[in-house]
């Protein structure tokens, strides 16, 4: 099964208190991410975070919701509630959300016409290769290219689980790709060209965003996954 849907907000922007720079965010954001595997999405609203946002994820009639965990009535988190036939309901004051986020029921005002403000926020959600992939940032007239994996399905292949690696900071990379002056945020000046080394140092999630981003504009791969603090592991296709 596979669904598109659009971010309601035109404008999105980090959610508060986030830890990334506003412009990396952004920029990761417009592309797809893997938040939860299908086979978890059937019965109770599945809590996630992604960049810092904090997602509910259920399930109603075949259909896959990806939206903010927040009730818009009073911002209690919907993950604390439970799920029915027609849609997942707020442990607060009852309201219950349907299809695409959208509320289908409010128990003190039963008959009346449902004010779309009480809508969730609900970002672009896609159910491929055996994940629950999201955008926050997802434009409905260009939509990034979720990643490919034509033998998916193909029983000549086995499907394994790589061993991951942690990239805790390039100190080259980071004073030569960003044009960051040599002392900003403690790094030192390294000479060109960029040399690779097997040492390790701690960076802020920031920068390590930016490294990312950069080795991707430049061409390179890194095989595996890089985790960063607390946006889990991110898979990365680059090769250096």
Known sequence: MSRKRNHEDNHPTPPAHCTFDPEDWLRLARCWHPVARACDIAGAPVKATLLDEQLVIYRIKGQVVVARDVCPHRGVPLTLGFHEEE?????????????????????????????????????????????????????????????????????????????????????????????????????????????????????????????CCRLLELGGQLPGQLRFPRAGRVPVAASL
């Not at 009480?118 to 491929?128: C, G, N, P, Q, Y």
């Not at 033998?151 to 044009?179: M, T, Y």
């Not at 999630?205 to 930016?210: F, N, P, S, T």
């Open 87 to 211: 849609g997942i309901v707020c442990p607060y004051h009852g309201l219950r959300f349907g299809e695409d986020g959208r509320c289908n029921r409010i128990p003190s005002s039963p008959g009346q016409p449902i004010p779309a403000k009480l809508h969730l926020t609900s970002f672009a959600v896609e159910e491929r290769y055996g994940l629950i992939w999201t955008c926050l940032a997802c434009d409905p007239d260009n939509p990034p290219p979720l990643p490919t994996m034509p033998h998916w399905d193909d029983a000549g292949f086995q499907q394994i689980n790589c061993p991951a690696f942690e990239v805790k900071g390039l100190p080259a990379a980071r004073s030569k790709a960003f044009s960051m002056s040599p002392t900003s945020r403690g790094s030192t000046p390294t000479p060109s060209p960029i040399r690779t080394t097997s040492r390790c140092r701690t960076i802020p999630a920031g920068d390590a965003v930016r490294l």
